[in-house]
């Protein structure tokens, strides 16, 4: 008698500096009463504020918990690329530990592929609601240029969670290393036809502490231009 195979889920978190938030996001995480196939990875990015301290007990008192620690904060990429790399589940992907991305979106996209029987060419992605009018309009606008510029359907780019299997993450190459990760992904699952499979998500304010990169007009401007500069440097590197 043949033994089935046990298809497992890790969904990595980067955490920089989201010591207050931790406890909750594991304690909203511990009630959804995840299957023994599921854990979470939570990479402490380098986090000065106790983040890996606090991230230690959890994972000595908590089964579905693993984490690694990264030295030096390099970007939010980075982190996420990392702890990508130290998964050794068939399907992994990564979502936000600031609350604003709900720990039960997660279950979703991962019913998403076992529904549909975990195929090995799914990449499954939140698509945000809820926002406020200008948050909207930015994102609309970013949407826009992307899907013009590199000539592929790319909307609400760094909407969460993000789940696929394993073998994806072999095609990518030089991915970088700060918040242009998410659109490296989107996109390198359009160009090797993966389906992509989009589920309405709720994104409410954060609980604790600021955003890294969004505290306002400034910041959304500063954003624009490192991902067009981005946006250039990718599509010079793939000879699009």
């Known amino acids: 008698m043949g033994t089935e195979t046990l298809v497992n889920f890790t969904i990595v978190i980067p955490c920089f500096n ?3 938030n931790i406890p909750e996001l594991i304690s909203r995480f511990s009630k959804l009463n995840l299957n023994s196939n599921v854990k979470i990875m939570l990479v402490d990015n380098g986090s000065n504020d106790g983040s890996k301290e606090v991230i230690k007990k959890f994972c000595d008192e908590t089964l579905f918990l693993e984490s690694i620690h990264i030295e030096r904060n390099i970007g939010y990429g980075n982190g996420i690329v990392t ?10 992907g990564w979502t936000h530990a600031d609350l604003q991305c709900k720990p039960s979106d997660v279950l979703v996209g991962i019913k998403i592929i076992e529904q549909d029987g975990f195929p090995k060419d799914i990449y499954v992605k939140g698509n945000r609601g809820s926002r406020a009018l200008f948050d909207q309009f930015f994102t609309f606008g970013m949407s826009l240029f992307e899907s013009i510029y590199f000539h592929k359907i790319l909307f609400d780019i760094n909407a969460q969670p993000n789940i696929f299997h394993r073998d994806f993450l072999n095609h990518w190459s030089n991915p970088p290393d700060d918040f242009s990760l998410d659109l490296y992904s989107l996109y390198m699952a359009k160009i090797y036809n993966l389906k992509i499979t989009r589920f309405d998500v709720e994104f409410p304010p954060r609980i604790h502490g600021k955003s890294k990169w969004d505290t306002g007009l400034k910041s959304k401007l500063k954003f624009i231009k490192r991902t067009v500069e981005y946006s250039l440097k990718l599509k010079k590197e793939l000879k699009i």
């Open 83 to 92: 702890g990508l790399k130290n998964c050794k589940t068939e399907f992994i």
């Open 18 to 20: 989201e010591r207050e």
